[in-house]
C-alpha cells in the first residue's frame, strides 16, 4: 500500500499532468499546483525541487504511457492492419480527451524547444522513437506489398507523424474531431492503405 | 511621422512579437514587456488595457502579414510552379528565423486554445483561410493536370497544412531545416508536384 507521502506525491503528478496539458508547463504557477492538488507549499517542496522537476518527472511518465501505447496500438493480423488500427486508436485516444489538451509532447516542443534544453531533449527521443516506430511498421506492410512501395519507409512515417501532430493542434483548435479524422483518412489514401 | 506615443506603441507590439513567439502569450508577463520596450508600466497601460489587448493586436498584424505572404508565395508562372514556390518560401521563412519561434498561429493554437476563445477564433480564421488558399491552387494545378487528381483538393489541401505545421515543430525542436525540408519534400511527392 502506498506511504501517504507516496500518495501525495501521485497526487501532485497526477494534478500537474492536466495543468500542464491545458495550460502549459511554463505558464502553470506553483499556486496552480498547490490549488489543484490541495495541498501546502511545505509539501510539494519536500516531493519536488522545482516545477521543472515536475515537469520532467510528467514528462517521463508520459514518455512510458506513449511508448506502451506504441507498443500496443500497432498490433493487428498483418502489418497493414497494425497500421490501421493505430490511426483508429490515435483518433480514439485524443476523442475521449475531448480535445482538451491535445499531445503533450507537441504542446512541449513548441512551448520548451527554444528555452527549456532538458524538456526539448526528452520531446525529441518520443518524437524520434515514434517516427522509428512507425518506420518499422510502415517497412513491414511495404515488404508484404500491402501499401504503396514507392516512397522510403522513414519519409513516410515521419509524414505520419507530422501529420498527426498538425491534425491534433487543428483539433484542439477547433474542439472537433473532423480535422484530426480527416488528416488520418488522407495519410490512409496517400500511404494505399486498404483494409 | 510617428509621434511619440505612436513609436512607443510600435515598440511595444514589436518586441511582444518576439517575445509571445519564444515564450508564449500566456508565459509573458508584462514585466517581460516593459523590461524589452524600455519602458514604464504607466506607458504600457496608456496604449493597452492588458496583455490580452497586446496579444490581440499583435496576432492581428500577424494574420495581415500572413495574408500578405499567402497572396505572394504561391506566385509563379503555372498553378504547380505557384506551388512550389510556395513551399520554397515556407522553408525559406523560417530557415531565416533560425527555427526559433516557430509559428505565432501553431504557437497560440496549442497555447491558447483551451483558455482564451478570443485567440482561438482568431487561429481558427487564419487557419480555414490558408486551407482555403491552398485548396484553390491545388485544385488549379490539378485542372491543369499538374498534379495528381485522385484526391479532392480541400483534403490535399488541409493535409500541406497540418503536415507544415508539424514539420515547424520538429525543426523548431531540433533546431534544425531537416524535418521541415523532408516533410515538404515528401509532401511535393505525394501531390506528384514534378518541377
Redesign the interface.
Known amino acids: 500500500m502506498a506511504t501517504k507521502g507516496e500518495q501525495t506525491r501521485e497526487k501532485i503528478l497526477a494534478e500537474a499532468r492536466q495543468i500542464f496539458k491545458?495550460?502549459?508547463i511554463?505558464?502553470t504557477t506553483i499556486n496552480d499546483l498547490l490549488e489543484a492538488a490541495g495541498i501546502t507549499k511545505g509539501n510539494l517542496y519536500f516531493h519536488f525541487s522545482d516545477k521543472e522537476a515536475i515537469g520532467l518527472e510528467v514528462l517521463k511518465r508520459e514518455q512510458r504511457l506513449f511508448y506502451d501505447f506504441l507498443d500496443q496500438a500497432f498490433s493487428g493480423k498483418s502489418a497493414a492492419a497494425g497500421l490501421d488500427n493505430f490511426f483508429c486508436k490515435a483518433l480514439e485516444k485524443h476523442r475521449q480527451q475531448g480535445f482538451?489538451?491535445?499531445c503533450l509532447f507537441?504542446?512541449t516542443?513548441?512551448?520548451t524547444?527554444?528555452?527549456a534544453p532538458l524538456f526539448?531533449a526528452l520531446?525529441?527521443e518520443v518524437?524520434a522513437e515514434w517516427i522509428n516506430v512507425f518506420a518499422e511498421k510502415i517497412a513491414a506492410a511495404q515488404t508484404a506489398r500491402q501499401i504503396r512501395t514507392d516512397?522510403p519507409a522513414g519519409?513516410?512515417a515521419?509524414?505520419a507523424?507530422?501529420?498527426?501532430?498538425?491534425?491534433i493542434?487543428?483539433s484542439?483548435?477547433?474542439?472537433s474531431a473532423d480535422?484530426l479524422k480527416?488528416?488520418l483518412?488522407?495519410?490512409r489514401?496517400?500511404l494505399e492503405l486498404e483494409i
Open positions: 491545458r495550460k502549459g511554463r505558464a482538451v489538451g491535445g507537441g504542446n516542443a513548441l512551448e524547444s527554444d528555452t526539448a520531446v525529441q518524437f516512397l519519409e513516410l515521419e509524414l507523424v507530422v501529420t498527426i501532430e498538425g491534425g493542434m487543428l484542439r483548435l477547433q474542439k480535422p480527416r488528416s483518412e488522407t495519410l489514401r496517400v
